[in-house]
């Protein structure tokens, strides 16, 4: 007798029966660290770009809606879950200063993280429980979206896809159907409903369109979530790798797509960032900063740098015209930080644009990229006038990485650094002490109470 044929699971049942389980999930202390830590993170580049250029018409839009509801847009008011998320998301990715997935799934918690607060908000859920649906939210958009440089989230960058707009449509729907408590057929149609609208492209990058990558899918996954709970059906079939999302969007089929497989916690791969720009100049401002001393002020007439083939894809505004903008230029970063900029979110001004030599050495430097070079790894030769010999330094495993975390007090002052100027020193010490400490009864009151207008 031939054995029995295995029965092959859908991709979007895996995923629903994860988010079945997530209220009643057992989380690693450690887990739970790395998820307040992340809100720390993302609720600390929102507040500091509440009044940014490119948040203030995505507030006035929210606001005029007038719509009701109970979830807090941050130093503003109350309104539909779904809106608040689409002005929340966009706050904590305005700066690009918000986490990012070493494995390539993109920004999560400026997505999933937003999200939770949004419903949990409205719903008056537990700390416990939006912990839950958060940490859930980021597992599953880690997984559809990672992968490393052959996974999905690179090879929708080389395509000129945004891997945060993509999936984290579907990771906030996650994140909503967990506190909507809605069955696990119910999530496959919100899950459906989201990866249907997803989106997001890399030309974008560098304008107000990039961080409303964020908010819009935080609020269309919660959309996604909420007309599924009315009874609305979506088709379970957008996950597959054939005939699906992927399909359409990678045609050619070139692409590793890592299995669902939750027996590990991408979490434990997050990254934050040290500076305020795009992830994968990272590595080369570290490296520039390491030789802005020796420097010196002097003329510099050469610099090669050795980078990672992401950096060419997403970060190679070659004219910057606007701060943002010259967050997307490696050249750039590397001009700011040999010439002494600590490239936080305070750096990115219009004087970018008055500082002549920024353009000198951004002129004279040259990108090599190098295929099998990590995104966490920059090698740097500058020239300067007077000097045979190159100055040189290496950055190895970049500040940020996993495997080169942030340390408490590097995670404090970034926070504090943002959110001091927007609060005042109390309320920000009162609002990480809250958020440290997450998972405590009546601390999401609390948070939402300091955030409010």
């Known amino acids: 007798m031939n054995a029995p044929a295995e029965i092959k699971i859908s991709r979007s049942k ?13 989380f690693p202390a450690a887990i739970l660290v790395a998820a307040k830590v992340a809100l720390i993170d993302v609720m600390g580049c929102a507040i500091g770009a509440w009044d940014d250029e490119c948040v203030r018409p995505v507030r006035r839009v929210v606001e005029g809606w007038g719509a009701r509801g109970e979830a807090q847009v941050f130093l503003g008011g109350r309104t539909a879950p779904a809106f608040a998320a689409l002005a929340n998301g966009t706050m904590a990715h305005a700066m690009d200063y918000d986490d990012s997935h070493q494995m390539g799934a993109g920004h999560i918690s400026c997505v999933c993280g937003t999200a939770a607060l949004a419903v949990a908000g409205q719903l008056g859920s537990s700390e416990k429980d939006m912990l839950a ?80 990558h964020g908010g819009k ?31 359409a969007f990678i045609q050619d089929r070139k692409v590793e797509v890592p299995p669902m497989d939750f027996s590990y916690w ?58 943002l903008e010259h967050k997307f230029s490696v050249r750039y970063c590397m001009a700011m930080g040999l010439t002494g900029y600590r490239l936080v979110a305070s750096d990115f001004t219009d004087k970018l644009m008055q500082d002549a030599k920024l353009k000198e050495i951004a002129a004279v430097t040259e990108v090599e990229v190098v295929p099998e070079q990590p995104q966490y790894e920059a090698h740097l030769d500058v020239y300067v006038e007077g000097e045979a010999k190159p100055l040189h330094a290496d950055t190895n495993i970049v500040l940020g990485h996993a495997d080169n975390p942030m340390s408490e007090d590097e995670v404090w002052g970034k926070f504090d650094g943002l959110v001091t100027p927007v609060l005042g020193a ?10 440290k400490h997450f998972e405590m009864p009546g601390n999401l009151k609390k948070i939402v109470s300091l955030v409010a207008k």
């Open 217 to 247: 899918a935080a609020m269309d996954g919660i959309l996604a979530a909420e007309l599924a709970r009315e009874g609305f059906q979506a088709s379970t079939k957008l996950l597959e790798l054939e005939k699906g999302l992927l399909d």
């Open 266 to 323: 991408e979490l434990k791969r997050n990254g934050f960032k040290p500076y305020a720009s795009c992830r994968a100049t990272h590595a080369s401002i570290q490296t520039s900063r390491k030789l802005a001393a020796a420097v010196g002020g002097r003329k510099i007439t050469r610099v090669h740098a050795k980078v990672h083939p992401n950096v060419v894809v997403v970060a190679n505004q070659l004219n910057p015209q606007t701060p």
């Open 426 to 435: 109390d309320k920000a010490h009162a609002l990480y002490d809250l958020l």
């Open 133 to 212: 649906a958060y940490i859930t939210g980021f597992e599953v958009m880690a997984r559809l979206a990672g992968g490393g440089p052959p996974g999905v989230g690179r090879s929708l960058h080389r395509r000129g896809l945004h891997p945060t707009s993509v999936f984290g449509r579907v990771g906030a729907a996650v994140v909503a159907s967990v506190l909507m408590r809605l069955t696990p057929q119910q999530t496959e149609y919100a899950v459906g409903a989201a990866t249907t609208t997803a989106g997001g492209l890399v030309g974008s990058f560098g304008t107000h369109s990039k961080p409303f």
């Open 14 to 26: 895996q995923v629903s029966d994860y988010a079945a389980g997530a209220l009643t999930r057992e």
